[in-house]
């Protein structure tokens, strides 16, 4: 008998109380979390999860972000069956962000390298950003789209024909012996150029590839609202933020748009 693909609902619940075992570690921290991208619309428009959508995504400022990963580097043993997924812990680990994960579920992808993932949170650390810099921030999305395309478990084919016979000799010549992990390492510490330095803007520097600005005023003051009955901080500057992200976020898409866009299932263990 197959194992059981968890539903949409079990998934959310499930993460949801991922959420609330973060909420936990950063009231320990004494750090801050703010609800990000589909999980902050959701907040503001739903209340809770968008309906289509199950996973949770937060940001963290980078150095309460540096906190939480020690704690939980500290705690590892007492946090089970929760645990961090990061570079510095997995050597195959092949994102820039950290993932919060429940090791009780496992999670399988169409079409990205195993690494051992369970049901999971993202974690964005938001990096002070000075837009002015032209050298840095593209030496950061050139190492970003290499790793990009060395996490690929399998040759993407693109809607291209041209692209797609260009791309199959390098992905199996250089993607597929890529060190990600260096990589990551990398990246990350070019994201923190500036993290010492009083800049104007926050923005996820070691993921967002179009490096979407966020004015740091949008982060000063404390603003809760309810996520599935429970209050969570989100940014202050909410209704700018989102409407840079999503232009008329209070209006619901089409009805075919209404559907999620992940590539992975969730199963029990056995």
């Known amino acids: 008998m197959g194992k059981r693909i968890l539903s949409q609902v079990e998934i959310q619940n499930e993460t949801f109380k991922l959420l609330l075992k973060i909420k936990e570690i950063f009231s320990k921290t004494k750090g801050k979390f703010y609800l990000a991208y589909g999980t902050l619309l959701?907040?503001?428009?739903?209340?809770?999860?968008?309906?289509?959508?199950?996973?949770i995504d937060i940001w963290v400022l980078r150095n309460d972000y540096e906190c939480f990963i020690k704690y939980c580097l500290d705690h590892e043993k007492e946090l089970l069956p929760y645990k961090l997924m990061h570079y510095s812990t997995n050597e195959k680990y092949i994102y820039t962000i950290a993932r919060f994960i429940d090791t009780r579920y496992e999670v399988k992808y169409s079409n990205a390298k195993e690494y051992g993932l369970g049901l999971f949170i993202d974690i964005y650390p938001l990096d002070n950003f000075?837009?002015?810099?032209?050298?840095?921030?593209?030496?950061?999305n050139r190492v970003n789209r290499i790793i990009a395309n060395a996490g690929y478990g399998k040759f993407v084919k693109n809607k291209n024909i041209l692209k797609t016979i260009i791309k199959f000799p390098i992905?199996?010549?250089?993607?597929?012996?890529?060190?990600?992990?260096?990589?990551?390492?990398?990246?990350d510490l070019l994201s923190q150029k500036y993290l010492y330095q009083d800049t104007p803007f926050l923005a996820c520097l070691c993921w967002d590839q179009r490096?979407?600005?966020f004015k740091k005023e949008y982060f000063n003051k404390d603003c809760y609202k309810l996520f599935n009955n429970e209050e969570f901080l989100i940014p202050n500057g909410y209704d700018e933020i989102l409407k840079i992200l999503y232009g008329d976020y209070l209006k619901l898409p089409p009805k075919e748009e209404q559907i999620g866009h992940h590539f992975y299932d969730v199963y029990y263990k056995d």
């Open 42 to 55: 959701g907040a503001i428009r739903h209340e809770g999860f968008i309906p289509w959508d199950d996973d």
């Open 130 to 140: 000075d837009p002015k810099d032209k050298k840095i921030y593209p030496r950061i």
């Open 171 to 187: 992905y199996h010549l250089y993607y597929r012996h890529v060190n990600i992990n260096k990589l990551l390492k990398k990246n």
């Open 211 to 213: 490096m979407t600005p």
